[in-house]
């Protein structure tokens, strides 16, 4: 892992919306990751970590391989437990709207930012391309080994715990089952999961690519058949660390990468 720091850090908000203390943990912020040679698209990134912490191999790694793709990578220290529903959320929202207030002196283009998240980070990012307002509409979606549904039997319930502050409201549940919530007007989006995932079931992501299906949304789903959960970008595996390869035609598929 590179130990190459942020181009800029940036806290959220001038006032955190629902804080409930007074440390790092409670002011989220974002690090920027610019490329030498900008395409001008931009990804927000959300690591993983079951809403309960950020996995360190799923943020600025990930910035930095996307700035090899000419993308901009922002990686979001959203707000996780004992935060709740939908402080998470309002984070990444406030990710985007920043974003595209500062796309001008930033350099990019305030029509191409999409989300980019692992695991309970991908479930955000999944419920940011089902759930958004009308400035926060991402451009496109990647979502690896994400939590996706919150309904048994396939719900993260880790996830589902630390999100909600009644894990068995059936109003809750439904409402972040994000394969619910797929439109004809969901973001496209590229789908990386292994089958033999004993963290998040393989599942989640079959649900929201057959969602995505349904609404004839365009995507991408790639499936392996063998590979633990939370491998991050796999650099030291020669199968599974094809995906950011998949990922990166994609990307250059949808105008996003060089």
Not at 86 to 108: C, F, H, I, Y
């Amino acid at each position: 892992m590179s130990d190459r720091k942020p181009d800029a850090v940036l806290p959220l908000w001038d006032e955190v919306p629902g804080r409930l203390g007074n440390s790092q943990e409670d002011h989220p912020f974002i690090e920027v990751y610019r490329p030498d040679s900008p395409t001008g698209a931009v990804m927000l990134v959300c690591p993983g970590g079951g809403y309960v912490r950020r996995a360190p191999h799923e943020a600025g790694v990930v910035a930095e391989w996307l700035n090899t793709l000419g993308i901009t990578g922002i990686v979001v220290h959203y707000r996780v437990a004992p935060y709740k529903h939908p402080q998470p959320l309002n984070d990444l929202s406030q990710s985007m709207r920043m974003t595209r207030q500062r796309a001008k002196e930033w350099g990019v283009d305030p029509l191409r930012i999409g989300v980019l998240g692992f695991s309970a980070g991908g479930h955000l990012a999944a419920t940011l391309s089902t759930h958004y307002e009308k400035d926060t509409r991402p451009a496109l979606s990647v979502l690896l080994y994400p939590v996706i549904t919150l309904h048994p039997p396939s719900a993260h319930t880790g996830s589902r715990q630390n999100l909600l502050a009644d894990p068995s409201d059936p109003y809750l549940v439904g409402l972040l089952s994000n394969e619910l919530h797929v439109t004809p007007d969901t973001p496209p989006a590229f789908l990386f999961h292994t089958v033999s995932d004993q963290g998040v079931s393989v599942e989640n992501s079959l649900l929201y690519a057959s969602a995505l299906r349904r609404n004839g949304v365009k995507f991408e789903l790639h499936c392996y058949q063998e590979g633990r959960h939370g491998v991050g970008l796999a650099e030291n595996d020669p199968i599974l660390s094809t995906w950011p390869i998949l990922c990166a035609n994609w990307l250059r598929l949808q105008g996003f990468a060089r």
